[in-house]
């Protein structure tokens, strides 16, 4: 199951070139960017992006770009396909003259960003050097491989610019979507760049891949999308054409990016629950069924530190209930709730906490629909703190509870350090046979905040107050202050 730990944040580590927004392309809404071009084929491009996997495993594939056109135009493309490989078809003037690459290695981390670079040249003598792609840095060709490997003939133009084409971010003309977070979106018409042009290996880490500022030449067609306005999130920062906007909102503009990484929730830790993940992996809908009730963790582990995060409940039916708290193992069974073990602690929405399997009554935290729970969880002291709409709650008196000073908390179970993955996860899961929606906030929520408050660091978007000294659970939080 990926998990970041602390001194493992991945390619999600600062810099001196901080990204500040991404775009979150859920699935489900059916989303995309488009722009009609009005080039002609060209035998040199590169497209450089950032992603952040969501929906992994989709039947249909995740075509992040696709250009398409009228009859005899040809059909460029880059994907995740069904079995999580990547999969990059470049389609010159003729079927036979276009590049096609099949990864042997699998890309299914959603904890993980990954910078991606597609280098088109098919002016190059070397015929491998016409069709390259890179993964952090790193020329496929000397890691995994490919499973699958065309070269462009010579000098062959892709139709990828091709006047009458149209080119998609996020879906394709069959009306397939993707769901994932996207950022830093360059693509350039008539040249190929290096990945060194986009991005560089820390300094302290030099096995580290992370982002800098590019400076590139565009060309007619191309176009750099940074996705810094809300309103306009198809923006050419360029400025260039804009790209036009289907079934995107403001409210996908995120803060989680290639430089500070959220925790979302996990959807490879779903073997039991069957659960629905959707809005980049911050909402879950529980499966449902009175035989199914196990509970779904985040991508990120604490081992030490304060740390907070919300729980909008969206909806709730059923003849059950739900859980939030936290759980320092996987579900072993179906019908694992959450609260069962010494290793997890759960707020079930009828006033009582569950550990060992244990329910013990709490304050006044019956919630329902539109409710906005709150957790703070003290790993210094060995505790956690649970909250509702603003208010802290004790385990005798309802209200009155503060994380600062300590009141109103709840020891948790077990010292991290003997648990069996040694650190704890925020977990969420259903009670019986409820089919409940929630929507996780470790700081990039997928609802919309009507106040909107950040850590002491400055870092995510909360309903409420985040008590002193408390902090939001992304990559910048495990690096500086937390673990």
């Not at 060209?42 to 696709?66: C, E, H, M, N, P």
């Not at 010159?92 to 910078?115: C, I, K, M, Q």
């Not at 929606?437 to 978007?461: C, R």
């Amino acid at each position: 199951m990926p998990l970041i730990l602390p001194g493992n944040v991945a390619s999600a580590t600062a810099g001196a070139y901080e990204i500040a927004n991404s775009c979150r392309f859920n699935l489900g809404d059916s989303p995309q960017l488009s722009k009609s071009v009005g080039s002609s084929a060209t035998t040199k491009y590169t497209l450089s992006l950032w992603v952040k996997r969501a929906d992994i495993g989709t039947a249909a594939g995740q075509r992040f770009l696709t250009s398409t056109g009228g009859s005899g135009l040809g059909d460029t493309y880059f994907r995740f396909n069904p079995s999580n490989i990547m999969e990059v078809s470049g389609h010159g003037s003729n079927a036979a003259g276009g590049g096609y690459l099949v990864t042997n290695r699998v890309f299914e981390d959603p904890s993980a960003w990954y910078h991606i670079v597609v280098r088109y040249d098919s002016t190059e003598s070397t015929a491998n050097d016409r069709f390259r792609l890179y993964i952090n840095g790193v020329d496929e060709r000397t890691v995994g491989g490919y499973s699958s490997s065309t070269m462009p003939n010579s000098d062959v133009a892709d139709n990828i610019t091709a006047d009458g084409n149209t080119l998609r971010i996020g879906a394709t003309t069959s009306l397939q979507y993707c769901g994932m977070y996207m950022a830093e979106i360059h693509f350039s018409e008539g040249q190929s760049y290096a990945p060194t042009e986009f991005g560089e290996y820390d300094e302290d880490s030099p096995t580290i891949w992370k982002p800098k500022k590019a400076s590139i030449s565009y060309g007619t067609s191309g176009f750099y999308l940074d996705f810094e306005d809300s309103a306009n999130l198809g923006n050419d920062a360029n400025g260039g054409t804009d790209l036009s906007e289907t079934n995107i909102a403001a409210i996908d503009q995120c803060t989680d990016t290639p430089t500070n990484s959220f925790c979302t929730l996990n959807p490879l830790d779903n073997y039991y629950q069957e659960a629905t993940f959707s809005e980049g992996n911050c909402k879950v809908v529980t499966e449902g069924s009175s035989a199914v009730y196990a509970f779904v963790t985040g991508t990120i582990g604490l081992t030490a530190g304060k740390w907070y995060f919300e729980m909008k409940m969206t909806n709730s039916t059923g003849g059950g209930g739900s859980f939030y708290g936290v759980a320092a193992e996987l579900a072993t069974s179906a019908s694992t709730e959450l609260g069962q073990t010494a290793n997890q602690i759960g707020f079930l929405n009828n006033d009582t906490t569950r550990t060992s399997n244990t329910a013990t009554a709490f304050g006044d935290g019956d919630y329902t629909t539109d409710d906005i729970m709150m957790c703070a969880l003290d790993m210094t002291n060995s505790r956690i703190f649970f909250g509702k709409n603003g208010v802290w709650m004790t385990p005798s008196a309802g209200s009155g509870g503060d994380p600062t000073d300590g009141t109103g908390n709840v020891a948790l179970p077990t010292a991290v350090a003997s648990t069996p993955i040694g650190a704890y996860l925020p977990a969420f899961g259903a009670y019986m046979n409820a089919a409940q929606t929630m929507e996780p906030n470790f700081g990039n929520p997928s609802f919309t905040i009507s106040s909107g408050n950040a850590d002491a660091n400055g870092y995510g978007n909360f309903e409420y107050a985040v008590p002193s000294g408390y902090l939001a659970i992304c990559t910048k939080n495990l690096g500086s202050d937390g673990g």
